[in-house]
């Protein structure tokens, strides 16, 4: 049972390299989600999607683009990374927009730019 | 705007005691879903439960049991008779109707054997 897929687990950038993370999911799901997770601070939405070709902007955008090419994939990039952007990402998927809709989550990918 | 409130940073007990994790939050909707999520040291969140705003029924699932309140706004998780696998950081988490949920910072429990 696969589930949400996340690649890379780990990763250490330079300061204005460029990355895409790649969460997959194989549970048919509409809604995927990008979140990062810093000490303190929680799980912070950045970027998701209601469906295929569809995107929008979570609580902390800035510095992140994202793609759903395909309904089964939900890619995050990172143009020029940022120190800032040292930490913890998480794809999720639900299968709706639902109030009681339940998340998948990924098992993280752990990033680092120096 | 909806907020949710893990007073309690980290807990530290040692097995077989029981611990009870809090979770306060705030909306002004009338409509709403309230959920816990288990993050073990593997990393992936783990759904654990959901809670809707009409349903104040406490719920026991073996040694987790949830106590939601409405009249204080709370919905506490509390483990009896912990075990060292319980170690893990759990996520109370809020949702309205037209919005994306929102997590608490989060509580780290260590149970020590």
């Known amino acids: 049972n696969a589930g949400v897929t996340q690649t890379p687990k780990f990763r250490v950038l330079k300061t204005g390299q460029s990355m895409t993370l790649l969460c997959a999911q194989d549970m048919n799901h509409e809604y995927m989600y990008w979140y990062r997770q810093d000490p303190g601070m929680g799980l912070r939405l950045i970027h998701y999607s209601v469906g295929e070709g569809t995107t929008a902007k979570g609580e902390v955008p800035d510095g992140y683009n994202v793609s759903r090419l395909k309904k089964q994939n939900f890619l995050l990039g990172l143009e020029s990374a940022a120190p800032s952007q040292t930490s913890v990402y998480f794809c999720?998927?639900?299968?709706?927009?639902?109030?009681?809709?339940?998340?998948?989550f990924g098992s993280g990918t752990q990033l680092s730019v120096l | 705007a909806q907020k949710v409130t893990q007073a309690q940073t980290e807990i530290s007990v040692v097995e077989k005691e029981d611990v009870t994790l809090d979770c306060v939050y705030e909306t002004r909707d009338t409509t709403y879903y309230l959920f816990w999520y288990k993050q073990p040291p593997s990393g992936e969140l783990v759904f654990l439960i959901r809670?809707?705003?009409?349903?104040?029924q406490n719920e026991i699932s073996g040694r987790y049991s949830w106590n939601f309140q409405k009249s204080t706004s709370s919905f506490n998780f509390t483990i009896t008779a912990s075990q060292v696998v319980d170690s893990a950081v759990y996520f109370c988490?809020?949702?309205?109707?037209?919005?994306?949920?929102?997590f608490g910072k989060g509580t780290k429990l260590t149970v020590n054997p």
């Open positions: 809670r809707n705003s009409f349903d104040e």
């Open positions: 988490a809020l949702k309205r109707r037209s919005e994306k949920l929102v």
């Open positions: 999720a998927s639900s299968s709706s927009g639902q109030s009681n809709e339940k998340l998948f």
